[in-house]
């Protein structure tokens, strides 16, 4: 069994991109989107728009991983237009490429090291820490990783942490940012003045707040799970953070279309450049894959992961809050 930088090595025939292929993807994506978002606009029924409303949020989270993939140079490398699309895009998905691609790099070199600035990832403090805390920092630290902040992930991470934040405190590198929040602006006073206020509600609203909810929540249980492993610096390697510390999310193959395979979390972040369309692909061929630390979407197993709140550095692993109190 392969292991360590060989195991990363074997990846590399994987990491191929075929452009034809996420080119479909992008433009079947994008029809979809189109289809949907006419339909939270035009509908014989409110019921019949409510569900357009939440197939439009879930192809929304679909062309997020795809433009996630282009961001990581995994796909359609030399294309001017793909290039170009993907920046309109990040901007329509409130996530612009000058803040994600900062946050998210960090968080690929840094995932799961205990002493690392935690940008672009929910933050995780040992035992230790925690006790040492003031109330103002501990009420902070369980702010940015309580359920509700990810529920309304719209607003929390997305509309403040990628456009208001970055936008109004670095103008100058952080320009898309702005933009993005005040073309969603319009996009609201469009829909409002045309369709009028409920219309909006199905075709703005709810979509972002499922897209955002569902990014947010599976961007935290990918690595925030009852078997994750957390390192010191010292202690820490890059394939370790990615079979130790990502995990391989089961899901039906309808969930996987949607949410673009990013549940093969561990294969991603063992070598990013692998298109997504290629993850089930590694994971059939390699069986060192095929052992993954693993989470579902299944109701109990999502309340068990919200549960985890600090690393207890005795136990080796992230324990509720109760345990800490205790």
């Known amino acids: 069994m392969r292991t360590g930088k060989t195991l ?12 034809a292929k996420s080119w479909w993807a992008i433009i079947s994506t994008c029809i979809l989107l189109a289809l949907t978002a006419g339909g ?14 939440i197939l439009l949020g879930l192809l929304m989270v679909r062309l997020f991983v795809i433009y996630h993939d ?35 790099n960090h968080h690929h070199n840094h995932n799961s090291k205990l002493r690392s ?7 995780v403090m040992t035992k230790e820490r925690y006790q040492r805390a003031s109330k103002k920092e501990r009420a902070q630290y369980l702010a940015m990783r309580h359920p509700l ?51 909006a509600v199905f075709a703005v609203f709810i979509p972002y707040f499922v897209a955002c909810a569902m990014g947010s929540y599976l961007f935290y249980a990918q690595h925030n799970f009852p078997s994750v492993v957390f390192k010191e610096n010292d202690g820490w390697t890059y394939e370790g953070a990615a079979l130790e510390s990502s995990s391989y999310c089961k899901m039906s193959p309808i969930m996987h279309y949607f949410t673009g395979n990013i549940g093969y979390h561990h294969i991603h972040h063992l070598n990013s450049k692998i298109p997504f ?7 059939a061929k390699m069986p060192e894959l095929q ?3 693993t989470t579902t979407l299944n109701p ?22 109760k345990d800490i109190a205790a």
């Open 277 to 283: 369309y290629r993850l089930p692909e590694v994971y």
């Open 300 to 321: 109990i197993e999502v309340l068990r992961c919200l549960r985890l709140k600090i690393w207890d550095s005795d136990q080796q692993k992230l324990v509720p809050l």
């Open 70 to 104: 282009h961001q990581h140079n995994a796909i359609l490398t030399k294309s001017k237009v793909a290039k170009v699309f993907m920046q309109i895009w990040g901007i329509i998905a409130i996530t612009p490429t000058s803040i994600w691609t900062h946050s998210h």
């Open 149 to 199: 902040t990810i529920i309304f992930g719209y607003f929390t991470i997305f509309l403040v942490g990628m456009c208001i934040v970055p936008g109004l405190s670095d103008r100058k590198d952080h320009k898309d940012s702005l933009i993005a929040l005040i073309l969603h602006i319009v996009l609201y006073t469009v829909i409002i003045s045309i369709f009028g206020p409920l219309t």
């Open 8 to 19: 990363i090595l074997a990846t590399k025939e994987f990491a191929k991109d075929d452009p």
């Open 40 to 53: 939270t606009l035009y509908n014989f029924h409110w019921l019949a728009q409510f569900a357009c409303s």
């Open 291 to 293: 052992n993954a630390k």
């Open 117 to 123: 600035a935690h940008i672009g990832s929910y933050p």
